[in-house]
């Protein structure tokens, strides 16, 4: 399955923003998803994942309460809602696919990857 992430860019402290996944070349609804963020000069980390019905959500300690995850199995996509940004969430945000479920919580059992997109936070 091929992933294409889109919906990054400059932003305030405060503001929100909504990344976007959209899939294709595969059958979207058999995989979980997740999304990922890499800040300069650091590992990539998880940040939110779902499941592949949608009904279960997990998220990083860092941006629980303020970041939530949906999918639309229908358009194949997949949303990062990222509310009351803060600086320290600057980073390049990846979608990824995989078929287990605690697999797209690890960058190293993830199956697909999106390119990224660039999120930037001004203070």
């Known amino acids: 399955v091929q992933l294409q992430a889109s919906g990054g860019g400059l932003v305030q402290a405060g503001d929100s923003l909504r990344l976007s996944c959209a899939a294709s070349?595969?059958?979207?609804?058999?995989?979980?998803l997740g999304w990922f963020r890499q800040a300069p000069g650091k590992e990539r980390e998880f940040v939110a994942r779902?499941?592949?019905?949608?009904?279960?959500?997990f998220y990083a300690d860092s941006v629980k309460g303020r970041f939530t995850i949906s999918r639309d199995n229908a358009k194949n996509t997949v949303y990062l809602q990222m509310d009351s940004l803060k600086p320290d969430d600057t980073a390049i945000y990846y979608c990824?696919?995989?078929?287990?479920?605690?697999?797209?919580?690890?960058?190293?059992?993830?199956?697909?990857w999106g390119q990224g997109t660039l999120v930037t936070v001004s203070s």
């Open positions: 990824a696919a995989a078929t287990i479920l605690s697999a797209v919580s690890s960058p190293d059992q993830v199956l697909y």
């Open positions: 779902i499941s592949r019905g949608g009904s279960g959500t």
């Open positions: 070349g595969g059958t979207f609804r058999t995989y979980h």
